[in-house]
């Protein structure tokens, strides 16, 4: 029988437990991206509460690639302190921290930005997004910028960093055939669709070395006509274990998709727990790759994340809105608490993060004041 709570590795990086804190937009960031101090609360606030691994939210590695209000940026050298800060408290409550790299591409922020669109060819909505295809000195921009970030993170003393290629944001929309109609050496064929993220990985390691822990985020699908399928997803993912990756986080959706569809579905209280989302998936990866997997969507039951590991699904399980009702969880779970997690999958913790105010479970304040 699986224990969460026993150590793991990443690479060189070395976890207290299996529990990861999935990538999650905090809408806290200042209206430069930097790093405010409720921000940092926040972080620390996950690793008192036991979360082995916190994966930050997206954060935009170029202008142009902003994908919304109170998003972290780590664009700029003019970032560090604060990250630095953000750092030391994670790892002054005992945590491990990673910085998610990303760009938004043909889902950007343009009014916020102020500077136009990018994505590996022309839309003009129907995939969501409107955008212009990308030139030579666009893939090299990005693909610098990405690298530079990466240096960043090292510098700020980070352990590790994760590169976003899920969800529908720019590197994911390279790896669609939906998407990505190119006729160049970034399209085509799947290894034509996987060139940019491949040259990402190899930039990002060439940044900042060898032994600096890299992850990537994959979807295991679009769950869209013509999208990235799992198929691709088990080509995809050899060519990082081949390219170095150290660790392969599996989610699946895009931004665009309708709420049954997306990463964060919308769901209602069931008798039965949830089936985690992506768990054929994960199982086909696990056969096929060698590879770390940490595993996001539907897990809900500490029993349920032990047969992950147990059936070889998974390496690690991560969570993302079972954290914004309980950042203490993995804690209750560890003191032999093993009720479910309290989120209801409502996704009424988008409203709090959309008004500024940061994660918060709605549900969770008004049972409060009720006394419940």
């Known amino acids: 029988m699986a224990e969460l709570f026993e150590p793991i590795r990443i690479g060189r990086l070395a976890l207290a437990n299996r529990l990861v804190r999935s990538a999650t937009w905090e809408g806290l960031a200042d209206p430069g991206g930097g790093v405010t101090p409720p921000l940092a609360a926040k972080m620390r606030e996950l690793a008192e509460g036991g979360v082995g691994l916190i994966v930050t939210g997206h954060a935009f590695i170029s202008p142009e690639g902003r994908a919304g209000p109170g998003q972290l940026g780590v664009a700029a050298d003019e970032a560090l302190p604060a990250l630095a800060g953000m750092v030391a408290e994670v790892h002054g409550a005992g945590g491990r921290i990673v910085l998610q790299l990303a760009h938004a591409g043909a889902h950007a922020d343009v009014k916020l930005s102020g ?6 060819s022309p839309l003009e909505g129907r995939w969501g997004g409107v955008c ?7 893939l090299a921009a990005v693909t610098a910028a990405f690298a530079a970030a990466a240096q960043r993170a090292q510098a700020a003393g980070f352990d590790g960093v994760q590169v976003h290629a899920a969800h529908g944001y720019l590197l994911s929309q390279f790896l ?16 034509g669709r996987a060139r940019l993220l491949l040259e990402v990985v190899a930039a990002v390691r060439g940044a900042a070395g060898a032994d600096f822990p890299l992850l990537v985020k994959l979807n295991s699908e679009d769950l869209a006509p013509g999208g990235f399928s799992v198929e691709a997803m088990l080509e995809m993912a050899g060519m990082l274990a081949a390219a170095g990756v150290d660790a392969v986080e599996l989610s699946g959706g895009r931004v665009v998709n309708p709420p049954e569809a997306q990463a964060a579905r919308l769901a209602r209280p069931a008798a039965e727990p949830p089936e985690p989302y992506y768990r054929a998936a ?25 047969a992950l590991v147990d059936e070889g699904a998974a390496d690690l399980l991560a969570m993302s809105r079972p954290l914004i009702r309980e950042p203490g969880l993995p804690r209750r779970w560890r003191s032999g608490d093993r009720r479910p997690a309290a989120c209801l999958s409502c996704n009424r913790c988008y409203v709090p993060i959309r008004a500024g105010l940061g994660p918060s479970c709605p549900v969770r304040e008004t049972s409060r004041r009720a006394g419940l």
């Open 132 to 138: 212009r295809e990308m030139r030579a000195h666009d």
């Open 176 to 191: 669609s055939p939906a998407v990505n109609r190119r006729t160049d050496g970034y399209g085509g064929d799947p290894a």
């Open 115 to 120: 500077r136009e669109a990018l994505g590996p």
């Open 282 to 306: 994960a199982r086909r990866f696990k056969l096929a790759v060698g590879l770390p997997l940490i595993l996001v969507g539907g897990i809900r039951e500490a029993e349920t994340a032990e």
